[in-house]
């Protein structure tokens, strides 16, 4: 089955605060709901995967993120869209929360938030792809071996135009957001 990982801050929501710990402070993008009603219709499995060092950092627990996701999706359900599944990883080495605080490859661009969806869902990878706004969206989509759409929001255009020299994954495509990357990747399936 075909599907797009997205990001979460910075590519879904607005990544203004810093750490989202409450609800109030968690914003969709406009057009976010609109471009994930569009994969869902064109038959995408649609997977959010995010590191949330807060947790490692104590700035937050699973209980507040389950809290901020729970908005989440009933933002996307007024707009009939919905995500497939929601992988979080909980880690940075510099946190204090154990047993967080450790490095670990469930952190993008690590493997294990890939790992996790490939064992619980039936995914081709040819038709596959992950869009964010991070450096670490792009090297986790590239050694997945999936496609890779970088979105301009969030920190996605600061950074690519300050560090693009020294990133050893490079982007398949750039798209100003969501929407963009979404319209791109319907009209190349339709190629």
């Known amino acids: 089955m075909k599907a797009v990982f997205l990001d979460r801050d910075g590519t879904i929501n607005k990544d203004e605060v810093g ?3 409450y609800p109030d402070d968690f914003n969709l993008f406009p057009n976010a709901a609109k471009a994930i009603a569009m994969l869902n219709r064109a038959g995408y499995r649609v997977f959010v995967v995010t590191n949330q060092s807060g947790i490692a950092r104590g700035y937050y627990t699973f209980d507040d993120i389950e809290q901020v996701h729970q908005k989440m999706h009933d933002q996307l359900a007024k707009e009939d869209a ?3 599944d929601i992988f979080i990883s909980p880690y940075h080495h510099e946190g204090t929360v154990e047993p967080w605080n450790i490095r670990h490859e469930d952190r993008k661009p690590g493997l294990g938030m890939f790992r996790q969806v490939w ?3 039936d995914i081709t990878l040819k038709e596959s792809y992950m869009i964010g ?4 969206d792009v090297a986790f989509g590239k ?3 999936l496609k890779t759409i970088l979105v301009q929001t969030g920190y996605g255009w ?3 135009l300050n560090d693009r020299d020294k ?3 490079k982007p398949d495509y750039i798209a100003k957001d969501l929407l963009a990357a979404v319209k791109l990747i319907l009209w190349m399936e339709n190629q």
Request: aromatic share 28%.
């Open 119 to 121: 064992e619980k869902y």
């Open 158 to 160: 600061e950074t690519f």
């Open 143 to 145: 050694k997945a071996g």
């Open 82 to 84: 919905h995500l497939d």
């Open 167 to 169: 990133w050893q994954y």
């Open 19 to 21: 750490y989202i710990r």
């Open 133 to 136: 706004d991070k450096y670490s």
